[in-house]
């Protein structure tokens, strides 16, 4: 926990320019095995739609790991961003009916039941695809962030 306070301080202290060649570095190394883990927890094409799609690190002061990033909707009207959670999660009963009324093009009105949870994955307390994600590749992930800024640091000061 210290050495990663001190590559946070170290970072709030480095010039700009240092500071964007270690995220730059931190981006092209952290992305794929981000991706990779990702792509590896999801099971079905809605995981790969919802969760997995896009997901990427975002450079900073620590860099943050995103997944479900998208906020344009899929074609049946789904917007990842919004609904990830239902998908990382589940929900407590996929056969839950709801029961409403409508009314008919005729004029009259019915009742029509439906299950509108169906398609959603069962409940899931520690996440499906994310949160292992994040729990694979954390430490690995903290480790390459540490070395990069120490080696970028080491090659700045070499004058390379």
Do not use: C
Not at 83 to 93: H, L
Not at 99 to 123: A, D, F, K, L, W
Request: positive net charge; without cysteine; aromatic residues 4%.
């Amino acid at each position: 926990m210290r050495e990663l306070q001190a590559a946070v301080l170290g970072m709030k202290a480095m010039d700009k320019e240092l500071r964007s060649e270690v995220n730059k570095a931190t981006r092209e190394q952290a992305n794929p095995i981000w991706r990779a883990e990702l792509a590896g927890n999801a099971s079905t094409t809605m995981d790969q739609l919802v969760l997995v799609k896009g997901g990427r690190v975002a450079a900073g002061n620590p860099p943050r790991l995103i997944g479900a990033p998208s906020r344009r909707a899929l074609s049946g009207g789904l917007v990842p961003d919004e609904e990830a959670k239902g998908f990382e999660f589940g929900v407590n009963d996929r056969n839950a009916e709801k029961t409403y009324t409508r009314r008919s093009r005729n004029g009259g009105s019915h009742q029509v039941t439906r299950r509108t949870r169906r398609q959603m994955p069962e409940r899931a307390p520690r996440g499906r695809v994310i949160w292992p994600a994040v729990a694979e590749t954390m430490p690995r992930l903290v480790s390459l962030w540490t070395q990069t800024i120490v080696r970028k640091v080491y090659e700045k000061f070499e004058g390379k």
